[in-house]
């Protein structure tokens, strides 16, 4: 009896245990809606949050301000798991005042709301003001750039007093696809930023903010990347096409070229003419594999003394781009010009780098034109000049004035002699020599830092770094935010060596910490940055 009691009682306290459920508070878990605070800029940007939900989980978005479909969440809804929702605003804010939308997680009951707000541009301007130093300055030219789909690596023109940094926002479109190295540039405040912009084989543009910052994350100044799809607006996004190369350049002779296209459909060609027209034909025929097409190209002879450029769109049948290449033929030989006629010039010579007129003589039997093709330094270092033959000669005198070469670069230019239609008839090539030697760019390449990481009871780095050129003054100092950072003397390794080693100390704190410090390089004038971080860890 007093078995079957016990056994009665081991099943009750099963049962019980049986019947506990997870507090009501835990279905939403890794998220303190408290403590986020959504801020987006002015311009489109997106944000990401995590949480864990133990059963199936929707998001609702209510607009603050006034009804639009200016915040974005995605997904809105799922099942149970870690789940990454990413927020972000779908246009920019051209209102005066910020706006906000209530976002809130719902689960089984229970339900967590949070803000996202986006800034107005005059909202933005005066958030980025508050944080700023007064006597500090970015000016970042141009307020957006747009550029085309292909992979590229262009380069801005930043003028700034101090060495700040670029980070970088994503709007629509995805996130990775941007990045931005700062360089010191030869003059006083003058930087580079070099962009590397990866290909897009989306249909659609995609935009990221460039934000330029000093290492305590005050923002100086903003400018939007934008790139275009390889698709037109309108068009299918399941759908693309694209050739292998975004450019393709053939001579000026009369040829047939095909060219591969990777597509999922058939697609149509659209030519738009840059220079001349109807010179090109076009034919699309499938290939032997999967979603792969050739493009037959029926190229005519080039007879003019200028190239001549064609941009090929892929479309579908509604007319929505795909994708495109350009076809560039390369500037003729005179072949259709008259066979009577001639040009013979006398010159021969390679320029100094000094300010000079370059005289030639050049016999012909009718008054020809002169073009030019510029091969490098730009059209403003010379001015052609040209002198009728006197009568019963039919020498002409060209003259061409040339200013003194102050760069580390050849200047080359060749002279067209063509007649009324183009025809080109002689070529004469100018090079002007140089007149400095390169100068080797010279850089601070951080080696390692021993250990890598400080306790919170404070301690010593050993930090280790090599500078490009063994001749440069190095210095090495605190930044504003990091006053706890203390720093040594920089010393070299080996006593005519270009590497060098300085202490770093830290006291002790209560909690982690992040800061930095600056090394400096200086040689002929020319100053080069590198920020190095410092952390004290648990």
């Not at 970015?138 to 550029?147: E, K, L, R, W």
């Not at 590397?196 to 543009?205: C, L, S, V």
């Not at 002779?253 to 220079?275: C, H, L, P, R, W």
């Not at 006593?495 to 002929?524: E, H």
Request: glycine share 10%; charged share 20%.
């Amino acid at each position: 009896m007093k078995k079957l009691l016990s056994l009665l009682l081991f099943a009750g306290i099963l049962a019980a245990c049986g019947d506990e459920k997870t507090p009501i508070g835990d279905k939403i878990t890794g998220l303190d809606a408290s403590e986020v605070k959504l801020a987006f800029d002015d311009t489109s940007e997106t944000q990401k949050i995590s949480f864990t939900a133990r059963e199936a989980w929707t998001v609702t978005v209510t607009d603050k301000t006034r009804s639009s479909t200016w915040a974005s969440v995605s997904p809105m809804n799922g099942g149970a798991g870690n789940v990454e929702l990413t927020l972000g605003t779908t246009e920019p804010n051209t209102g005066a005042e910020p706006r906000s939308a209530d976002v809130t997680i719902n689960s089984g009951g229970v339900s967590k709301t949070f803000t996202m707000t986006q800034h107005s541009e005059a909202s933005q301007e005066e958030a980025d003001r508050g944080g700023r130093d007064p006597e500090k300055y970015v000016q970042a030219g141009d307020a957006s750039h747009t550029y085309t789909c292909e992979a590229q690596t262009p380069v801005l023109e930043v003028a700034g007093n101090f060495g700040f940094i670029v980070t970088i926002s994503y709007g629509q479109g995805g996130d990775g696809w941007l990045s931005a190295k700062v360089s010191k540039g030869e003059k006083g405040d003058l930087y580079t930023v070099s962009l590397n912009i990866m290909g897009n084989t989306a249909a659609t543009a995609r935009t990221a903010t460039l934000k330029f910052t000093d290492s305590a994350g005050a923002v100086y100044a903003r400018t939007t990347i934008t790139q275009n799809g390889i698709g037109g607006t309108g068009g299918d996004p399941e759908k693309y096409a694209r050739g292998w190369e975004s450019t393709y350049t053939y001579d000026s002779s009369a040829q047939t070229k095909v060219i591969d296209v990777n597509s999922n459909f058939k697609f149509s060609v659209n030519i738009t003419y840059g220079e001349g027209s109807g010179w090109l034909s076009t034919k699309v025929s499938e290939g032997g594999k999967k979603e792969y097409y050739t493009l037959s190209l029926n190229i005519r002879e080039n007879t003019t003394a200028s190239m001549r450029t064609a941009r090929l769109d892929f479309v579908d049948d509604k007319g929505a781009g795909y994708g495109h290449t350009v076809i560039v033929q390369s500037a003729g030989e005179g072949t259709g010009g008259d066979p009577t006629k001639y040009v013979q010039v006398n010159y021969f010579d390679r320029s100094s780098a000094a300010a000079q007129t370059v005289t030639m003589s050049v016999a012909s039997n009718f008054q020809f034109k002169i073009g030019t093709d510029v091969i490098s330094g730009g059209k403003e270092w010379f001015e052609i000049h040209t002198t009728p033959p006197p009568s019963g000669s039919d020498v002409y005198t060209i003259t061409v004035d040339i200013t003194a070469n102050d760069t580390s670069d050849y200047r080359i230019v060749e002279l067209l002699f063509t007649d009324d239609k183009g025809n080109i008839y002689n070529r004469v090539k100018i090079e002007q020599a140089p007149g400095k030697e390169a100068e080797e760019p010279f850089y601070i390449t951080f080696l390692e830092a021993t250990p890598e990481d400080l306790p919170l009871n404070g301690g010593t780095m050993d930090v280790r770094f090599s500078v490009s050129d063994a001749n440069a003054t190095v210095t090495c100092s605190q930044l504003p935010n990091s006053q706890w950072v203390t720093v040594g003397t920089p010393t070299r390794e080996t006593q005519t060596g270009n590497t060098y080693k300085v202490g770093i100390q830290c006291g002790s704190t209560t909690g982690l910490r992040k800061g930095s410090f600056l090394i400096r390089a200086t040689l002929n004038g020319i100053t080069t940055d590198l920020q190095v971080s410092v952390s004290q860890v648990p």
